[in-house]
Structures are given as C-alpha cells and as structure tokens.
C-alpha cells in the first residue's frame, strides 16, 4: 500500500514556499498599478480598449447569454448564428472577433457578467492573465533549473511588470494571450523531448491558435528558433542523430494534431485574413534605422521608451546584475546566444516586420524577449551572490553608462533614470556585502528581491503617468464609460420606436463599433481584419478612409445612404440650426426621447431603399474605371455595377446628366502658405487655403462636395498622418465642417485611397467658400482640386423604380430573446416582378451566403461592388438566404482529424511502461 502510495504522489511545478510569495507579490505589485487608475476614479480601458476590446467583450457576453436562453427558453440552437449586422454593414462575428479572444477560454466569463459589470471583468481578467502568466513561466523556468523560490520570483517580476504588460496588456488585453502560452508551448516540447505526454504541447497549440492567430503567428517562430537551439544543444552533447530525429518527429505530429483541433475555429480565420485588405494598401514600409534609433534601445531598459514601435522594455532596474553576471561567466551557451541576437536584432526594424507578419515593423513580439530575459535572470540569480567584487563593480559601470547614455538622449525623463540608478547602486551595495560576509547570502537575496519590488511599482507609477501614454489620463472613467461607449445618437435613434423593417443608422459623430453596444443596425466598423470589397468599395465611391480595416459613415452622402438602406442620420452634437443634411432628409428631433432633445438632431431619409431592391440594367465595373467616383455613385442608382456585364440584362448606361464639376480657384493662402511646384507649402501649424468655385452660373439646390485628386502630405519624418479640417460657406450664410484624416504612403495604416468627395451636404443656395485648414507643416500635393454638384431632378423616380419590385415580407430571423442582438444565419422574402431584373441585396457579398429562389440554389453576384446581387425571372419568388461561416466545416472535420491523430499516435516506450 505503502508503494502505491509513492507511485500515485503529486509532482509540484514549485518549490513549496513559491506559490504563497508569488501570489503576495503579485497583489502588491498589482496594486501598485491599479492604485493610480482608482485614485482617478478611472479604469484601464482607453484607445484601442475602449472602441475595440471593451465593446467586443460586451457584445461576446450578450451573444453567449443568448445562446443559453434560446436553448432554455426556446428551444433553439444559435450555435451557427454567426452573421451579425451590428459589426459594419454585417459581418461573420466569431471571425471579425477572433482577434479580440472569441475563442479564448477565459472570455467565457463574460457569460456570467452584467453588462453594467462589464468593465470589472476585463480589468480582472487582465490580473488573470498575468497570474496564469506568471504561474506557466515559473513552470518553465523550474522545470529547467530546479531554481528556488527567490530566483523564480526575481524571472516573474521581470516577465509580468515590465511595460509589455503594464502598459500594453491593460490597452489591449488580448496582447497578454502569448505570455500565457509561450512558457507552456516550450514546456510540452520539453516533456516530449523526455519521451513524456504530449498532451500539455498539444493543448496548448491548440487553445493558442483559437485564442489569438495572430500571437500565434509569433509563438510559431519563437518555437522554431527555440527548437533549433535545443538541436544545437543536444548534438554539444552528443546525443544520437536518429535519437534527435525522433524526438523533433514526436513534436512536429503533437504539433500538427494540435494545429488540426482549433481549425474548426482558426481555418474560418484564416480565410478572412487572406481576404482582408491590409497587406494590399500600397503602404511603403521603412525599413531603414539610424543611429539615434539604435541608442534608445539603452533606455529602452529602464523606461517606456522604444527603438521602434513597442519596444520599451522597462525592467525592474537590479536585473542587470543579474544578466551582465550570466554574460560575464562561462556556460549556458545557447541561453547567453539567444539574448545576445535577440538583443541585436531590437533595433532591426526587418526583424520586426518579419515578426509582424512581414507588414509594418513592431514589435508586439517582445513578450517574447521579455521572457528570454527574465528566464536569464532564473538562470543566473544564484551565481551573482557569489561572484567576485570586480564583476559586481564591471556591472556597475556598464549600469553607470547606459544610464548616461538614456540622461543624454532623453533628458526629460530624468527621475526616471535617477531612480533606477539608485535602486541599482543598492543593490550593488548588496552583492558586495554579500561577497564580503559569510552567511547572509540569503538576507542578500531577499535585499535584492526587495529593490526588484520596489523598482516594479516605481515602474507601474511611471508607465500609468508616462508623458508620451497619458494612460491614466486617456482612460475611460467610471462614472462615464458608459456615456463614452455608446452612440449617443444611435440611442436616440431607438427612442423613436422604429420597428418598420430592416433599416441601417449612420451618424456625424464617430463612435467605433458603437453598434456593438447599442444594438443597432450601423455602417461603420474598426476591427482588425476586414474584407477586401468593402475597402474597394470606398475607394470606388470616393470615400475617404483612415485605414483598410476602418470604416466611417458615408458622409452623409444622399445616394450612397439611400442605396445602403440608411434610414437615420444622426447629426451630432451640438451642430446648431444652420446643420444641412441629406436631400430630402426630415428632422425627427421633436420625435426624440427628451434627454436627446439639447444636443443633437435625428433625420430621417424618407428615400432609403429597402433590404432588397431591383435592377432593369446593369454595367460593368470596368466602364465606371474610368468616371469620376461622382458619376460612379448617380449611374449605381439606374444599373447596377457589377465585374462584369451580365448577359441575362441589358447593359445600363454612364449617367453623367445629374453631375455638374467646376474648378477651383484659390482666393486666399494665410502667411506661411505658399504654392510651388511641388505643392503647397505650409511653414506654419494651421495654415489655411481659401477656395471658390468657378461658376458658369451659380448652381443651387444640389449635394456640393470638393473633389480632391492625388491628395498626399510629407514632412521631414516618414509615416505621417494628419487629420485635415474643411469649412463650406453658402451664400445664404449656412456653413458646414466636415474632416478627413489623411495618412500618407510610409504610414503602416494607409488606406490607398487618395482621391475622394468631402461632402458639403444638400443646399439651396450656392457655395461661396472652402476653406482648408493644413494641420502641420509640410508638403501638401493635390492633382486636382474642383466643387462637384450632385443633381436630383430624377432622383425620386429613380428610387421609385428601385422599389417597384423590392423584396417584401423580410424576415432577419433574429434571436426571440434578445432583439438588440442583430445575429442570424437564414434570411427569406418574398419577391414579385414583371420582368427579368436583379434582385440587389443591401448584404455585403460573402462565400458563406448561400441563395435559393423557390427552394433551388441560384448563384449570388456581386452587386455595386460590396452587396450581393441574383437574377430574379418573372413571376412571384421565395427568397431564402443560408450562412454558414466560410471554412467552417472544413475546418470541423480538420478538428476531428486532430483529435483522432492525437488518440492514434504511437505512444513513446517510456509512457507505454508508465501506463
């Protein structure tokens, strides 16, 4: 009994007292970040955490709560609901939200939370995350070392409180998924390397690849190169080819099987991201370092401040005793390799590319680093308390230097520096005593351990207070998260009551992803990924884009409106009564909630067509290349644009008849402007152009914009964006602002999309002025500049044959239970017609739409670029439409092919002996 006993013992992955310090430090550590944020009554979320992660959380619980009730309450499955209209125009919703955890384990949590509560779990979760960090590092590190318990604590303080996680992983918590798994990825292959399970590897590339592709990209080549070093170790010490061969053969079919398990979730993924825009745009990427850029890496190791895009590293200051005492001593070859190149390579923007998906450099792999150095730390705690007195005096020194170094480069963050050179000469002070005295080496350790804490929370002070962040200062307070979450004027849509149909909101005032929250059906979308037509759809109709994955309104543009099913425009806040809307456009402000009344305006466009409306004629897109996006957008309202012609319809025509172009002349340039050959030339912030249209004979009651051709900005520094304010004055005295943000070609998010319409919006009387404000100075070319007048003498009898044979009796299929949650996966109606037409559906075209007309599969084409579109015969038809997510049951079956591997493959001797 006794032997079985022995045989069936625990195994711990730390030495006994780790757990209970480990969990002390961290709270104090953790606290030590937080205080700041709860002082200011705020909470972590900001920037990107506020219009992306926060949002998508929200949303993610109230989809998970519907998945219970439908099954509880209704007994209906939402599983393979996945096609969302509050994300953009529509969207598959586990893919677009894949990036933000939609298949991290954790975000399950958020099942449980209200969403008044809602904010209180992403922060806990971010703890979370850290602690589980935490926890597998010190696996690791312990499993390879057999280190104590300071040693361990002294890795973790380096890997959890660095600015990685102190500053990145509160702003996108998603960002912390790598730390978790990277430590147990090399775990599994090291096990599998003792001829161990393989179960641990196999998890973990799998919950890895479903929680975030895109760090999985990055833990992938980490592994590689880890594997590498791990063969080089192994022939150093004269291990069996063939020995080697097996064991690398074990982890490449571990991997594989667990590579298989998550396609049911990563195969979709993927298939949108070779879709998606980003990699197309024509952004030039700069590749290119200098010197200054070089040197910041030494400050880069005691302060948030990188050599290139996320590079600060920010360590707890008495680290480098520790490393320069690992470097300085013989052993650990590979370790003392692998920081040495990686710590080359930080200024190498290349490698950075490379990392990121071989798109812009940054580096949002250095969790990665962060944890070669910490596990350094692990390696070389012991040994630096007894090592000689002129090492301890050499690491000073070189400590003394990068110091200077990061005083003259930055002198503003002076403190900063001051700081970590006290806590380094401290403990200085302690390794010296303890190479001088017998005894208290372990008292030393403590010291030191102690300086580490307290260097972390200065850290966490730093990083919350940073000049460049402001994190404290950005972040969403409690008190008014949920006023800065929401659209003010989608809710206000919804206190109208409007339940006629389908029907899309757009707004003035942009809140990303607001519709997420608020429920409605908007237009807008800022997510990572994104298909490429509906960035080749803005681009088509002139629409000015800050990015391939972000989308505005349409700028109030009428048609554009109209023929997206737009049927309410909020204007704003505080936009006064000279605001102009769309033609036709009727303000519903009376109609409003009473707390909606003060500050802003609903318009309703009476003209916005239908989910579904028809077509006599269409045109091929290739004909339109070579129009003005003005005509392009008035000729969509007669035929519809397709790739090509279609030979079941006539061929429309160009409708020019309704667009009137004028040129520009400039009346006045501010001091400081002046015009070249070039360009425009602007010496001064703020300069202004003033134009005015060159009338034949003023033109009235018409939707005026400024065309703007080849418009592009440069200055002394590559990458640049501006954000460039426009004013329109009409001669009635009513004057409209509107806004583009313009990101020139070196940017990493440039759009490619440089000619575009800014909309003046419907007026009655003539447009006098423009007046153009040039934020920065620079260089600012245009190709051409001219006023472009949209007509509607024949708008309404255009919309009128749109309708006349619409889809009827559209049903969306929607959860029962939760109406604000605009989720589906079949969509029907009813449609008659006198004539073959095609049936256009405000749908954005996707592989996963499946169309049947009467019960038989039809073909859906793509239909003024973005919608969907099908050929509808005479007669009265049932329309359904069928999702099912793209890639999905491929990837499905790819699952059940990883299982089965996984089960099948052979066992090694040692765990069939163990077994």
């Not at 008495?318 to 990686?342: D, E, R």
Request: with cysteine; charged share 20%.
């Amino acid at each position: 009994m006794k032997e079985r006993s022995n045989n069936l013992k625990i195994k711990t992955c730390f030495p006994k007292r780790f757990l209970r310090l480990y969990t002390l430090l961290f709270l104090i550590a953790s606290f030590s970040l937080l205080v700041w944020f709860f002082a200011e009554g705020k909470t972590f979320i900001r920037n990107d955490g506020l219009s992306q992660h926060y949002k998508v959380l929200v949303y993610w619980g109230r989809y998970l709560r519907s998945l219970v009730r439908e099954l509880v309450l209704h007994k209906r499955v939402l599983l393979f609901h996945d096609y969302s209209f509050n994300i953009g125009m529509g969207a598959d919703l586990t893919t677009y939200l894949s990036f933000y955890g939609a298949g991290e384990p954790l975000n399950l949590f958020a099942a449980l939370v209200p969403e008044g509560g809602m904010w209180i779990l992403y922060e806990a979760l971010v703890f979370v995350r850290l602690y589980l960090a935490g926890l597998a590092f010190s696996a690791y590190a312990y499993h390879m070392t057999k280190a104590g318990t300071n040693s361990l604590l002294a890795g973790c303080m380096i890997y959890l409180f660095c600015s990685f996680p102190l500053n990145g992983g509160t702003k996108h918590p998603m960002f912390l998924i790598p730390m978790i798994f990277l430590p147990l990825l090399l775990l599994g292959m090291e096990y599998l390397m003792e001829e161990r399970r393989g179960l641990l590897f196999t998890l973990s590339v799998c919950f890895s690849a479903i929680s975030n592709f895109y760090f999985f990209y990055m833990q992938v080549v980490l592994c590689v190169l880890y594997m590498v070093l791990v063969i080089i170790r192994r022939i150093r010490l004269k291990q069996k080819p063939v020995v080697i061969f097996r064991q690398v053969l074990r982890i490449f079919c571990h991997a594989l099987s667990g590579l298989l398990m998550s396609c049911v979730i990563l195969l979709p993924v993927l298939l949108l991201f070779l879709d998606s825009a980003r990699s197309g745009s024509g952004a030039v990427l700069d590749l290119s370092t200098d010197l200054y850029h070089i040197l910041l890496l030494f400050p880069s190791f005691f302060s948030a401040v990188g050599c290139v895009e996320w590079a600060p590293l920010n360590y707890a200051a008495p680290f480098v005793f520790v490393l320069l005492g690992l470097l300085m001593k013989k052993g650990h070859p590979c370790l003392k390799s692998a920081v040495l190149i990686l710590t080359a390579l930080l200024p190498v923007p290349l490698f950075h590319s490379v990392m990121n998906g071989f798109t812009y450099p940054a580096a949002r792999w250095i969790w990665g680093y962060n944890f070669v150095i910490a596990y350094a730390v692990v390696v070389g705690w012991k040994d630096v308390f007894s090592q000689k007195k002129r090492l301890t005096l050499a690491a000073l020194l070189v400590s003394a230097l990068m110091l200077a170094v990061s005083i003259g480069l930055l002198p503003h963050r002076l403190w900063t520096y001051v700081c970590a050179g006290a806590l380094i000469l401290a403990g200085g002070g302690c390794l010296i005593l303890s190479e001088r005295f017998e005894g208290i080496q372990k008292k030393c350790e403590t010291a030191l351990l102690g300086l580490m804490l307290v260097s972390v929370c200065i850290n966490a002070y730093l990083v919350s207070h940073d000049p460049v962040e402001h994190a404290v200062d950005t972040s969403a307070s409690i008190a008014g998260l949920d006023r800065e979450t929401r659209a003010t004027a989608e809710e206000a849509v919804l206190s109208l009551g409007d339940e006629t149909g389908f029907y899309r909101v757009s707004e003035s005032e942009w809140t990303p992803n607001s519709a997420l929250v608020t429920g409605v059906a908007g237009v807008d979308s800022y997510l990572s990924l994104s298909e490429k037509n509906k960035h080749e759809f803005s681009r088509f109709v002139g629409q000015s884009i800050s990015g391939t994955h972000m989308y505005r309104d349409f700028d109030n543009k009428t048609i554009l409106e109209s023929l997206c099913g737009v049927r309410y425009y909020g204007a704003g806040k505080n936009r006064g009564k000279s605001y102009l809307s769309g033609y036709g456009y009727e303000s519903r402000k009376e109609d409003l909630a009473a707390k909606y009344q003060k500050n802003l305006t609903v318009y309703e466009n009476p003209n916005a067509l239908p989910f579904g409306y028809t077509y006599d004629t269409v045109i091929a897109k290739e004909t339109l290349e070579k129009e003005d996006p003005a005509v392009r957008v008035n000729t969509m309202l007669s035929s519809a644009v397709c790739d090509e012609a279609l030979g079941a319809l006539p061929e429309g025509k160009v409708e020019r008849e309704e667009i009137r172009t004028f040129s520009c002349r400039i009346l006045s340039m501010s001091e400081g402007v002046s015009q070249t050959d070039e360009g425009i030339r602007c010496s001064t912030d703020k300069g202004e152009i003033v134009l005015s249209p060159i009338w034949e004979e003023p033109v009235c009651n018409v939707e005026t914009g400024l065309y703007i051709k080849g418009f592009s900005f440069e200055e002394g520094t590559k990458g640049t964006e501006v954000s460039v304010p426009y004013r329109a004055e009409y001669e009635d005295g009513a004057v409209v602002k509107n806004g583009t943000r313009l990101r020139n070609r070196y940017h990493k998010w440039y759009s490619g999309v440089d000619d575009f319409i800014v909309n003046f919006r419907y007026a009655g009387s003539p447009l006098k002025t423009v007046t153009i404000t040039l934020p920065q100075k620079g260089l600012y070319r245009f190709s051409g500049l001219s006023v472009v007048c949209q007509g509607f003498d024949t708008f309404k009898e255009r919309i009128e044959k749109r309708k006349e044979a619409a889809l009827t009796d559209v049903d969306l299929h929607l959860p029962k239970s939760q109406k604000d949650l605009k989720i589906t996966n079949r969509i029907t109606g009813r449609i008659r017609c006198d004539e073959r037409k095609l049936l256009c559906l405000a749908l954005p075209l996707s592989k996963g739409w499946s169309a049947y007309v009467d019960g038989e599969k039809t073909s859906l084409y793509p239909a003024n670029i973005v919608f969907s579109g099908m050929i509808i015969e005479p007669g009265t038809h049932e329309i359904e439409l069928v999702y099912h997510t793209p890639g999905r049951l491929i990837g499905f079956l790819l699952t059940v092919a990883g299982i089965l591997l996984y089960i099948l493959m052979p066992k090694s001797a040692a765990i069939r002996e163990e077994s």
